[in-house]
């Protein structure tokens, strides 16, 4: 039963690019969660979707930044036009149902970096 | 409001010695989980163990055990047994069950162990 499985792992982006990061959660999972973490700081939350449904999105700067999870395929989090203080982590977790999950496991993340 | 405190940013431990990484959280909801996390230098968060605020025992998974004390809102990680391997950045983070199914994470703690 594969993880949580997130790609790319490292991406680079010259400033004004758009970076579209992937997330498939783990089999049997319909819940996804992105977070973003700056460099010395714990991991901050974006955006929790349900397949086709943003669910809190609390947490997601108000421009630039949108989330989608379809019902085929992976979750999407784009971010278009990118700046220097866009560099950072982004994990994606998953989880089987609202309220289910006693144990929360992250993918690997994606670093990016915007040069 | 900050709703997880890890207090300590860094700290030395001997190896095979053990070792507590302390954590406090504020929630006014009585249905809340705890979790622990580890990341290492290559950057993965690894999951370690879970505290839920109904479970009557403490939890423990193997060297990993979690010192719950529910009145005073801690919940410690304690490491027995440091091993070199175990030198990485540790994160408390908690699911308030009254505020959606994210995580809200703490500072981190970067532990250190010394041969």
């Known amino acids: 039963n594969a993880g949580v499985m997130q790609n790319p792992r490292h991406l680079v982006r010259r400033r004004g690019q758009e970076a579209r990061l992937r997330c498939s959660p783990m089999?049997?999972?319909?819940?996804v969660y992105w977070y973003r973490q700056l460099p010395e700081e714990g991991l901050k939350f974006m955006v929790y979707?349900?397949?086709?449904?943003?669910?809190?999105e609390s947490g997601m700067p108000k421009e630039r930044f949108s989330a989608e999870f379809p019902k085929e395929g992976p979750s999407i989090l784009r971010i278009q036009q990118v700046v220097r203080g866009d560099s950072a982590a982004y994990f994606c977790?998953?989880?089987?149902?609202?309220?289910?999950?006693?144990?929360?496991?992250f993918g690997q993340g994606t670093r990016l970096t915007v040069v | 409001a900050q709703k997880i405190t890890q207090t300590q940013p860094g700290m030395f431990v001997q190896e095979k010695e053990a070792v507590t990484l302390d954590c406090t959280y504020d929630?006014?909801?009585?249905?809340?989980?705890l979790f622990w996390y580890k990341q290492p230098s290559s950057g993965e968060m690894i999951f370690l163990i879970y505290?839920?605020?109904?479970?009557?025992q403490n939890a423990t998974e193997g060297r990993y055990s979690l010192n719950f004390q529910k009145a005073r809102k801690s919940a410690n990680l304690v490491i027995s047994a440091s091993q070199l391997g175990d030198s990485a950045m540790y994160f408390c983070?908690?699911?308030?069950?009254?505020?959606?199914?994210?995580?809200?994470f703490g500072g981190g703690t970067r532990l250190m162990v010394k041969p």
């Open positions: 977790a998953s989880s089987p149902g609202f309220l289910v999950n006693t144990e929360a496991f």
């Open positions: 089999k049997g999972h319909s819940h």
């Open positions: 979707l349900q397949k086709e449904n943003i669910i809190d």
């Open positions: 929630t006014s909801d009585p249905s809340y989980g």
């Open positions: 505290q839920g605020s109904y479970d009557q």
């Open positions: 983070a908690m699911r308030d069950d009254g505020a959606g199914n994210m995580l809200t």
